[in-house]
């Protein structure tokens, strides 16, 4: 009896997994590429994706750039106080292989993020997943604008048109790197602020550098408000929707009734759904732990989350370094940034606070299950 288990098994598995190869050479099934994202496997985005850069077209209202040339100087020679040149509004688009961004110089911050390779699950019309949310009939402040906790709409560097050096970005293998500055200084007390991005064409990753100069009280580098959720799963006690920070070394990815502030090692703070997640993630120090940090965390609506960095204000000028991911739950992408950020994936559940558990099992297998894939295209 057990010589035909044995047997049963050995059948089994080799019909699993030599089947496809079999139809593949008769050429009746062609392979499809391996997952590179951890949603894919799991269910949620589309495998197909548009390389065309005019999948996402892109035209301005006047199609007229009004980018400032490039300037070469350091990001810390701001002009003295009143001498910045007045600035037009305008929109700077940067593409890369991975994704489609749009910035507004007025008030510096992020308008759209769009992923190439991941697209929606209607079949009839699939479209771009757009991370940037904009909740019908509200107003909230971009990603990346600064904020301080008096007054978000109104405050000097969240309103006003930025100085913007450097223009769009076509970013490819050949030309994989690009910078893009907005520089701000309030006419009126001299302050000052400029922000520097740097982006590279093969990552979701963005390098932020902001340096200021007379500020009296501290601000906000703010994510947003649901910037990285594309879908509310209604399974929320699980955890996988809005806010989650990462510090002193414990994940919380509690959803709070009211305004929070939580302090600590801060290694990230994030808003993400299932599939999806935009991070912001401060420089470590120079021994590799992670920096004491603030983050305000609160609720805008019901379903709607924001999150930001709390920067005191520096003596003279100064200079914080951040780097944001937006992106794909991609656990060996999250992991490869060494932060704990991969976390965030759900894994499933057997009963609630079972999470650990569930990780524990499910982390090895994911690891088995890919190096299979990779070789016989079949899970």
Known sequence: MEKRVVLFLVISLSIIIFYPLLLEK???????????????????????ASEDETYIPYT??????????????????????????LALAQEIVINTDLYRAVFSSEGGGLRSWTLRRHVSSDVKDPQPIELVAHPEEMSYPD??????????PTHEFSAPVYVVEGG??????????????????????GASIAKQLTFSNDSYLVDLELETTGLSAPYIVTLGTNFGVTEW????FIGINGPATFMNGEINKESPDAEEVREGQLSW???QDKYFISALIPDRLEDGS?????????PRAEKLFSAGVIVDPFQGAGISKYRLYAGPKSYNGLKALNVGIEDTIDFGWFIYGSWSLVRTVAKPLFSVLSYLYDYTNNY
């Not at 980018?67 to 001498?83: I, W």
């Not at 076509?170 to 009126?188: A, I, K, N, V, W």
Request: aromatic fraction near 6%.
């Open 290 to 298: 992670a920096p004491d940090g603030k983050v305000k965390v609160f």
């Open 168 to 189: 769009d970005l076509e970013l490819s293998e050949f030309d994989p790197t690009g910078t893009l500055t907005f520089r701000y200084q309030d006419p009126q007390t």
């Open 233 to 236: 799963n209604e399974q929320s």
């Open 26 to 48: 008769m050429g009746i099934i062609t392979p499809e590429p391996p997952p590179s994202e951890f949603e894919e496997i799991v269910d949620e985005s589309q495998d197909a």
């Open 60 to 85: 301005s209202d006047s199609g007229t750039n009004f980018s400032a040339e490039t300037n070469p100087a350091a990001l810390s020679e701001l002009p003295a106080p009143g001498t910045l040149p």
């Open 269 to 271: 703070v994030a808003l």
């Open 143 to 152: 990603p990346l604008t600064i904020l301080t906790e008096a007054s978000e």
